[in-house]
């Protein structure tokens, strides 16, 4: 099983509509998890970053953290084009020396 | 503009011929990175760098060497592509190692090896 699990997709939704994204993990020691975004032909950039379990709020985006089930989600809320990118998440044990766990992506297309 | 700039975007090379990839950042960032992203197989971090003179291996560093003599560039160095180094890589900056400080990518150089 790998450290890290993510649905590749494509994921296909029209404007307006509830994306949900999600990654499991195996790795009970993982407490920092994040989201980046990356569009075509660009870097990840930071998206939203948790700690531990619970939910975190930012404007339509909020991210969800389930600890006991090891699984995390991104809920996109109103999407619009401009959201059409491909979503990773990034996991770590601790907050210093070691390294970020990503997932391979989820591509996703907002369709106007 | 705070940016991490790599050089070239996009090269073509055939196996054994030595190439080198450049990344600079100007946002004064101890910590360094590179990665390689392939389908199917996510971010691979290759090689790391805590500041000037420290670095070290990721968890895909061979074929490939780093150094950081300066704190603003952190070079990748293929001394002998081969055509698995045919990928999509990038460089990334913090301000340290540490999660909390987020990592600031560059827009990627598409390598292919013949």
């Known amino acids: 099983q790998k450290e890290v699990e993510q649905d590749p997709g494509p994921l296909s939704v029209p404007e307006g509509a509830i994306v949900s994204l999600n990654c499991t993990y195996s790795?009970?020691?993982?407490?920092?998890f994040m989201w980046y975004r990356q569009y075509s032909r660009k870097g990840p950039e930071l998206l939203m970053y948790?700690?531990?379990?619970g939910n975190k709020e930012d404007g339509r985006f909020t991210a969800q953290v389930d600890k006991s089930s090891k699984y995390i989600s991104l809920f996109i809320r109103d999407s619009q084009p401009s959201d059409s990118a491909t979503y990773l998440c990034?996991?770590?044990?601790?907050?210093?020396?070691?390294?970020?766990?990503f997932g391979k992506g989820t591509r996703l297309s907002v369709i106007a | 503009e705070a940016q991490v700039t790599q050089n070239p975007r996009y090269l073509i090379t055939v196996t054994g011929k030595k190439l080198t990839v450049t990344c600079s950042q100007n946002?004064?960032?101890?910590?360094m990175s590179w990665y390689r992203q392939d389908p199917g197989l996510g971010l691979r971090q290759i090689y790391y760098?805590?500041?000037?003179?420290?670095?070290d291996k990721g968890d895909v560093p061979e074929g490939y060497k780093v150094s950081r003599k300066e704190k603003r560039n952190f070079p990748l160095i293929l001394e002998s592509p081969s055509p698995n180094q045919t990928s999509l890589y990038f460089c990334?900056?913090?301000?340290?190692?540490?999660?909390?400080?987020?990592?600031?990518f560059g827009p990627g150089t598409r390598l292919t090896v013949t």
């Open positions: 760098s805590m500041n000037v003179e420290v670095t």
């Open positions: 990334a900056s913090s301000l340290r190692r540490a999660v909390a400080y987020e990592q600031y």
């Open positions: 790795n009970s020691a993982f407490q920092y």
């Open positions: 946002m004064n960032h101890e910590y």
């Open positions: 990034a996991m770590s044990s601790s907050s210093g020396n070691t390294p970020l766990v």
């Open positions: 948790t700690y531990s379990s």
